[in-house]
C-alpha cells in the first residue's frame, strides 16, 4: 500500500490565484481529513469527510472547499490564494471504527502565497 | 476535549530511554490519551494510545496514571531518528464525524543527542 499520497510536493502562488491540491489514500478507509500546520503551531483542522459525498467544515475552513465523489480521493481547493494561506497541508485518513483513532498522514504539500 | 500540558522541549542521550510526560488533569472516563510524533518536514506518525492501562507496542509504551490525570511515553531507547515533536492528544471515544478529528497542540520537542 501507498498509504497517503499527496501532489504537489511544493507549489508557490501568486495572490489571488486559484490551486487544487490532490490527496489520495489506497487503505480503503472511510474517514480523510485536511490540516495545515503553519511555523512552529500545531495541526489545525480545515475540512473533514466521513465518506464518499459527505464533507464537513473543521477549525479553519475560510478560504477553503472540499469534495468527496470517491473513497480514495479527498482534494482541497483554494479559490483565491491569500499570504495567511501560507502553511504546510497534511492529508489523513482513518478507518470508522468507534474508539479507534489511529490517523494516517500524507507527507504534506507546502504551499507559499506571495 | 481535555486540554493537555506537555513541556516544550526535552533532551536525551542516546541509547537510553526518553520519558515524556503529558498532563491531561480534565480528561474524562470516555476519552482515549494518544500519542503522535511528527519528524521535521514530514506527516504525523501515530505511536500508541490508551485508556487506562499501560500499553506497549513495537514503538514506545504508555504509561497511565490510576487517576488518569497524567500519562508517561516511553521511548525504550532511543536513537537519533527519534527526535521528533511529540504530541499528547486527548479524545472521546464517541463514533461519528467530527468526534474523530484530533487536536495538535504545540507539542515537546525530543532531541536525541550523540
Known amino acids: 500500500n501507498a498509504g497517503v499520497t499527496q501532489t504537489p510536493k511544493f507549489r508557490i502562488l501568486k495572490i489571488g490565484q486559484s490551486m487544487t491540491l490532490q490527496c489520495t489514500q489506497d487503505?480503503?478507509?472511510?474517514?480523510m481529513y485536511w490540516y495545515r500546520q503553519d511555523p512552529g503551531m500545531g495541526l489545525k483542522l480545515i475540512y473533514y469527510s466521513v465518506g464518499a459525498g459527505i464533507t464537513d467544515k473543521g477549525e479553519v475552513p475560510n478560504g477553503y472547499n472540499v469534495s468527496r465523489s470517491t473513497t480514495e480521493d479527498f482534494p482541497l481547493r483554494l479559490e483565491l490564494a491569500a499570504p495567511s494561506q501560507t502553511s504546510v497541508y497534511f492529508c489523513?485518513?482513518?478507518?470508522?471504527?468507534?474508539?479507534?483513532?489511529?490517523?494516517?498522514f500524507g507527507p504534506g504539500t507546502r504551499l507559499t502565497v506571495l | 476535549d481535555a486540554k493537555t500540558t506537555q513541556p516544550t522541549s526535552m533532551d536525551c542521550a542516546e541509547g537510553r530511554a526518553a520519558n515524556l510526560p503529558c498532563n491531561h488533569s480534565t480528561i474524562s472516563g470516555n476519552e482515549y490519551v494518544y500519542w503522535y510524533r511528527q519528524i521535521h518536514s514530514q506527516g504525523p506518525q501515530y505511536i500508541i494510545h490508551g485508556l487506562k492501562n499501560n500499553e506497549t507496542n513495537e514503538m514506545a509504551s504508555l504509561i497511565i496514571t490510576e487517576d488518569r490525570k497524567s500519562s508517561t511515553l516511553i521511548l525504550p531507547h532511543a536513537t537519533l531518528r527519534d527526535t521528533a515533536v511529540y504530541y499528547c492528544i486527548v479524545r472521546a471515544i464517541n463514533s461519528g464525524g467530527s468526534n474523530y478529528k484530533l487536536t495538535f497542540g504545540k507539542g515537546t520537542l525530543l532531541t536525541v543527542n550523540p
Open positions: 489523513a485518513s482513518s478507518k470508522a471504527k468507534r474508539g479507534y483513532n489511529e490517523q494516517f
Open positions: 487503505m480503503n478507509h472511510n474517514y
